[in-house]
């Protein structure tokens, strides 16, 4: 009986052994990350950018729906006001990318299509404060805007 | 203590038992201890190398994940429970949704019900995958955790081309999900399931009846059934004792009554038990998601979109679309009424208990979380077991401690 049980013990760990042998012939299956980078889904949830029209004026009309559906709180700050023309003029818009959870509320209720995520997941930096962007590091140019909303399938802006 | 103890010289090797009078030792095992999987702290008193009382420390990850449903509207609610049980989220966001469209009564399309039914599948088998690399890990181990992960990283890739995020998904929504699937997404998912069974044979053949495996898994840890039901224990742990009681099979939710698939079941209730019983449910949740693939009405993203550009009207059939009827999130204001919905996660009963009052807060959501139930055990069945089988029992019962702590 023991004898049974040390021979059938060799041969279950030569069968293990072979099996784990297998994977030397097999191609690897990590990338080299920084030299290589990921492909990452269009549909992936990395930093927050702001899209402008095709003219690179502001698109975000300051109604503050994605505030509104943040769990982070404060984390979306915005001020506005109405010019002579009663159009939306945005003062300050900034996000605490520090305190985001990139849980992609704020895309799906914006009524204009203008607050979106990138695929950018490198974010570390060396201080608190530079995590804060404003207006000017959120939004892309009218350009980049256009190739964006052609990427993503999403309609070109029309005056 | 004993002072009159006749000490044997150590030429003899041995000392003497009788006569010595020992105290109990006590020990602390964790918070942080790389074998707790979370943050727990364990009081042990040992007698020698026998555990005489076991002690279970909860509350390290404590983050008010209940009291903060009340300050926050449910949308605004909504990503925070991803964090409830973070290794297999699905089963948190479809307890909550179907809590909601209970009360409101919000119609859901098959489409929807069908993709859910997939994603919760996948994420079964992420969570077991995860479960087997690290138990093994515990016990000695290294390298099946490394061939786990490389499965379970395949599995991710899918969830990050549908919902754009790896872990943290946020993708249901009441009465729907955010978009419907990406084109060619479920060819992927095809070739995923033809290749699984392979990896879990491997898997199988490096580990399943290893004999220094089997020395520490097989006999240790027994839970009888009686004891199971008295603790609440449920899932795979309660399942591998023999009793037959699974929230698919008993009280069929989502669609699970339009697929076929065997509950596995084990006789014995130890370790083994425990881990034969996975390996097979992963093998069930592949047989359930190939059903799924197959019979997914409309089909691929991609033949649903030809159909639609060529001016089908039965491609717009309400039951093919992503959402049954669009709510405004931002505004939403559910009725007045209280549900419960108990799903089957990875680690047994998921419930969600949710009472709303007419505002767009609800009133109180309660989480019963299956570790929790899953982890009263540990006492029982710790007294009078040998020291180094703590890591191989608390192992084999699958406990995930945010789930516990909330």
């Known amino acids: 009986m023991t004898d049974n049980k040390v021979l059938s013990g060799i041969v279950e760990i030569g069968r293990g052994m072979a099996t784990v042998g297998k994977h030397l012939f097999r191609p690897p299956v990590t990338l080299e990350y920084p030299e290589v980078m990921p492909e990452l889904s269009k549909r992936f949830h990395g930093r927050l950018c702001l899209l402008t029209k095709s003219s690179g004026e502001d698109l975000c009309i300051g109604c503050q729906a994605c505030a509104r559906v943040c769990p982070c709180g404060d984390l979306i700050q915005i001020e506005m006001h109405r010019d002579d023309k009663k159009q939306p003029v945005i003062d300050r818009f900034t996000i605490d990318i520090g305190r985001c959870i990139f849980c992609g509320n704020c895309t799906e209720v914006c009524p204009v299509d203008c607050i979106k995520m990138l695929n950018d997941f490198e974010l570390a930096d060396y201080s608190r404060e530079a995590l804060v962007l404003d207006k000017s590091g959120l939004s892309l140019s009218g350009e980049e805007s256009d190739k964006y909303r052609k990427e993503h399938g999403l309609e070109p802006h029309v005056e | 203590m004993s002072t009159t103890a006749n000490f044997p010289t150590t030429s003899q090797g041995v000392f003497l038992e009788k006569d010595i009078d020992t105290n109990d030792m006590v020990v602390n095992i964790g918070p942080q201890h790389p074998s707790t999987h979370g943050v727990l702290r364990l009081i042990t008193t040992l007698d020698g190398e026998l555990v005489k009382e076991i002690e279970p420390v909860i509350g390290y990850l404590h983050r008010s994940k209940e009291k903060m449903a009340e300050s926050r509207s449910l949308f605004q609610y909504q990503p925070t429970i991803d964090r409830v049980e973070y290794l297999s989220s699905f089963f948190d966001h479809y307890a909550f949704v179907a809590a909601l469209e209970k009360i409101a009564d919000l119609h859901v399309p098959k489409r929807v019900q069908y993709i859910r039914m997939i994603t919760m599948e996948l994420n079964r088998i992420t969570s077991h995958l995860l479960w087997f690399g690290t138990y093994l890990l515990d016990l000695g181990a290294t390298s099946p955790m490394f061939y786990a992960f490389r499965e379970r990283e395949k599995i991710l890739s899918l969830f990050e081309d549908l919902t754009g995020a790896r872990m943290m998904y946020n993708y249901y929504r009441f009465g729907g999900v955010v978009a419907d699937m990406p084109e060619g997404w479920l060819d992927k998912v095809r070739a995923f399931l033809d290749e699984a069974p392979k990896r879990f044979d491997e ?204």
């Open chain 2, 203 to 406: 898997y199988e053949a490096i580990v399943s009846k290893n004999p220094i495996f089997l020395d520490r898994t097989m006999g240790i840890g027994i839970i009888q059934p009686e004891v199971a039901i008295q603790y609440g224990v449920t899932g795979p742990t309660l399942r591998a004792s023999g009793v037959n009681l699974d929230q698919r099979k008993a009280n069929p939710y989502c669609c699970y009554d339009e697929v076929e698939f065997d509950v596995p079941l084990g006789t014995k209730g130890d370790c083994y038990d425990r881990f034969v019983v996975r390996m097979q449910e992963m093998r069930e949740s592949l047989k359930i998601i190939r059903q799924a693939v197959d019979n997914m009405p409309g089909g691929d993203t991609a033949d649903l979109n030809k159909r639609r550009e060529s001016g089908d009207e039965t491609a717009n059939d309400v039951e093919l679309q992503t959402y049954g009827k669009k709510i405004n999130l931002i505004t939403y204001k559910p009725p007045k009424g209280e549900a419960m919905v108990t799903v089957e996660s990875p680690r047994g009963f998921l419930g969600c208990y949710m009472i709303t009052d007419g505002t767009p807060k609800a009133y109180r959501i309660k989480w019963r979380g299956a570790s929790f139930s899953n982890l009263s055990i540990l006492p029982e069945l710790m007294r009078g077991r040998l020291f180094p089988d703590l890591m191989s029992i608390f192992g084999s019962i699958d406990v995930i401690l945010p789930e516990v702590d909330r």
